[in-house]
């Protein structure tokens, strides 16, 4: 199991820079961001589509830092209503797929996207409850939508033998196990998720059984180690459903946190083991995201704690058993 790390907070950086970084720290493997929301700082996905020499030149980079791609990172939303802003994400996650097979990457984590709550609404709909009952139609059309485009791009993900991993977000239509399940339901084994435990903790998801739930389905493709601390005070008072910004901390109910600082190192031992048994062995790509410390200490922090976790090598005999 390796500990990777997502880039995108070193994007002020070179590629040659952050990588140099990461392996000085322990890391063996990184998640590219090539578009969307994580930008395209270290990966030009147009540049390195189709061109051997310049897919060449970033594995011998990535070769001289002894740094495997865990995956292509695009997350944006190919389900909006806006047609040319779902094409253009739409177009950034075909590419995507396209550029791992070109590379030999294995995943491209994405999000499931939202649509709109009608054919004729303007802006994506989070719909969180069933009543009144134009909710429920509105999340019925919007499971609709979401099937026959999805269904189409599964199909694309086969063909290039890529695993399209979802992260579980909210504000979109995926944010939670059962409704990965229902997609990966409606279209086959190569969407599953990116299993990322912030978005699970505040919405008071146990991150250990949403662990098996997927992982016994074959459905985890990779892992984003990231942690979220709820702030009882405040969420007693308001609940976890906050909109306020994330830049007033002390008013929200919860923040993303550096691994260790929402959960104990126990917990992430846990989180290390559970993976283990439900037979995933790759990539635990910390995404930092923490406002109350910068991008270089909280990957460090994290790097370290999970280097305590992580199992190098594989089980042996239960001699103990025989």
């Known amino acids: 199991m390796h500990i990777g790390v997502l880039t995108v907070p070193l994007g002020d950086e070179s590629l040659e820079d952050a990588l140099s970084y990461l392996s000085g720290i322990g890391v063996g493997a990184v998640e590219l961001g090539c578009g969307g929301f994580p930008g395209e700082d270290h990966v030009d996905r147009e540049a390195l589509l189709d061109d051997d020499d310049a897919r060449a030149a970033l594995r011998e980079t990535l070769d001289e830092h002894d740094l495997v791609v865990s995956a292509l990172a695009t997350h944006n939303n190919p389900l909006h209503p806006d047609d040319e802003r779902a094409e253009r994400a739409d177009a950034e996650l075909r590419e995507a797929i396209r550029l791992a097979d070109q590379l030999g990457v294995d995943a491209v984590t994405c999000f499931s996207g939202l649509p709109a709550g009608g054919p004729?609404?303007?802006?994506?709909?989070?719909?969180?409850?069933?009543?009144?009952?134009?909710?429920?139609?509105?999340?019925?059309?919007?499971?609709?939508?979401?099937?026959e485009y999805w269904s189409a791009l599964a199909e694309h993900a086969a063909e290039h033998g890529?695993?399209?991993?979802?992260?579980?977000?909210?504000?979109?239509?995926?944010?939670?196990?059962?409704?990965?399940?229902?997609?990966?339901?409606?279209?086959?084994?190569?969407?599953?998720?990116?299993?990322?435990?912030?978005?699970?903790?505040?919405?008071?998801?146990?991150?250990?059984?949403a662990i098996r739930l997927l992982g016994e389905r074959?459905?985890?493709?990779?892992?984003?180690?990231?942690?979220?601390?709820?702030?009882?005070?405040?969420?007693?008072?308001?609940?976890?459903?906050?909109?306020?910004?994330?830049?007033?901390?002390?008013?929200?109910?919860?923040?993303?946190?550096?691994?260790?600082?929402?959960?104990?190192?126990?917990?992430?031992?846990?989180?290390?083991?559970?993976?283990?048994?439900?037979?995933?062995?790759?990539?635990?790509?910390?995404?930092?995201?923490?406002?109350?410390?910068?991008?270089?200490?909280?990957?460090?922090?994290?790097?370290?704690?999970?280097?305590?976790?992580?199992?190098?090598?594989?089980?042996?005999?239960a001699y103990w058993a025989e």
């Open 120 to 147: 004729n609404d303007e802006v994506p709909n989070w719909i969180t409850a069933p009543w009144p009952s134009e909710h429920a139609e509105a999340h019925d059309y919007q499971w609709e939508v979401a099937t």
């Open 162 to 209: 890529v695993n399209v991993a979802v992260e579980m977000h909210p504000n979109m239509l995926v944010h939670e196990p059962t409704g990965l399940l229902r997609l990966r339901e409606a279209t086959n084994e190569y969407v599953g998720a990116n299993f990322d435990p912030s978005h699970l903790y505040w919405q008071g998801i146990d991150v250990l059984a």
């Open 218 to 317: 074959g459905a985890i493709h990779h892992v984003h180690a990231k942690d979220t601390r709820v702030y009882d005070s405040v969420a007693r008072e308001k609940g976890v459903l906050d909109t306020t910004p994330y830049t007033e901390e002390p008013d929200r109910s919860w923040l993303f946190r550096t691994v260790g600082y929402g959960h104990g190192e126990a917990h992430w031992k846990d989180v290390v083991s559970t993976l283990r048994m439900v037979g995933y062995d790759g990539a635990l790509s910390i995404e930092h995201e923490d406002s109350l410390t910068s991008s270089r200490e909280g990957l460090e922090k994290a790097v370290e704690l999970l280097d305590r976790a992580v199992f190098e090598t594989t089980p042996g005999d």
